[in-house]
């Protein structure tokens, strides 16, 4: 079985873009005509730019070969044109086309990939939700930013989660993030951010974890100063409090809060995480 075809699907997401202004889609197709599909994500380019980029390393380094040979098409993917180095263009390309992989191999097999990978341990997981607004208008990010950082509407939307069953939700109380950060809080952000989890707490209870899902938006001391505010409410996490590509100042956040530092979805490979690891810089990885 070999790797034979590829089409690519660019979907355009409607209005608030929740999950990005678009989607990127493979599928890949085997010359005994099996079908795997994966998603492209996360890679800063217009989709005709990216649909080029996955039609290159297609036409170089995927066709023609077994798609159960997952671990030589990254290593060569990986290693082309003198890189070995975590780049999140080429990760996100070949993220796709890695999935397609599995789903073929899954198919061939008749069997769900979770089998393939261990099989199931658990009957269900728990999962989280983002405080999002009620009724999110098409401007989208001002009522996003409201339902993080108002002190009113944040508890509201906290509890009508509570209701639907979700037991952690997740709000950055000092939105918005910029080109431009790390930043050090204001004063007023400060007391507004401890204030947004004081009442969230409160209107949750103890059924709820908290989940502050910051996004590399402070200076370290900054952070350091936001968790020492925010820890008599028990967040189970801080997320990314400062640039996730810093791993030594994240560390230094770590050491000086009990809240523990969570972090990964901007990191790229298993390269990424040594440093991380190496300065104790998370408790809970989010790859």
């Known amino acids: 079985m070999k790797i034979a075809d590829l089409k690519i699907y660019s979907v355009r997401n409607v209005t608030p873009n929740r999950g990005g202004p678009y989607f990127i889609f493979v599928k890949l197709t085997t010359d005994n005509n099996i079908d795997g599909f994966g998603e492209i994500y996360g890679v800063q380019f217009r989709p005709k730019v990216v649909e080029k980029m996955v039609e290159d390393i297609f036409e170089r380094y995927i066709i023609g070969r077994d798609p159960f040979d997952t671990e030589t098409i990254g290593r060569i993917v990986y290693s082309s044109n003198y890189g070995q180095h975590p780049d999140l263009s080429v990760g996100g390309v070949l993220s796709g086309l890695d999935m397609a992989c599995w789903d073929i191999i899954g198919k061939s097999l008749n069997k769900p990939i979770y089998k393939l990978l261990g099989g199931k341990v658990h009957e269900k997981l728990r999962s989280y939700t983002y405080l999002y607004p009620a009724n999110l208008h098409p401007e989208g990010i001002d ?11 944040a508890p509201q939307r906290a509890s009508a989660y509570l209701e639907e069953g979700f037991t952690a939700v997740k709000f950055d109380p000092v939105m918005p ?13 400060l007391d507004n951010a401890e204030l947004v989890t004081k009442n969230i707490r409160e209107a949750v209870g103890s059924k709820c974890d908290l989940l502050i899902g910051t996004h590399g938006q402070m200076t370290t001391s900054s952070a350091i100063r936001l968790a020492k505010r925010l820890e008599q409410y028990d967040p189970l996490w801080f997320e990314e409090p400062v640039p996730p590509e810093n791993k030594y100042e994240m560390g230094r956040v770590a050491k000086f809060t009990t809240i523990p530092v969570a972090t990964g979805e901007r990191l790229n490979t298993k390269y990424d995480f040594v440093d991380l690891f190496a300065n104790q810089a998370a408790a809970i990885i989010q790859p």
């Open 143 to 153: 009522s996003i930013v409201e339902a993080f950082g108002d002190a009113e509407i």
């Open 177 to 189: 993030m910029s080109a431009f950060d790390p930043r050090q809080l204001s004063l007023e952000a």
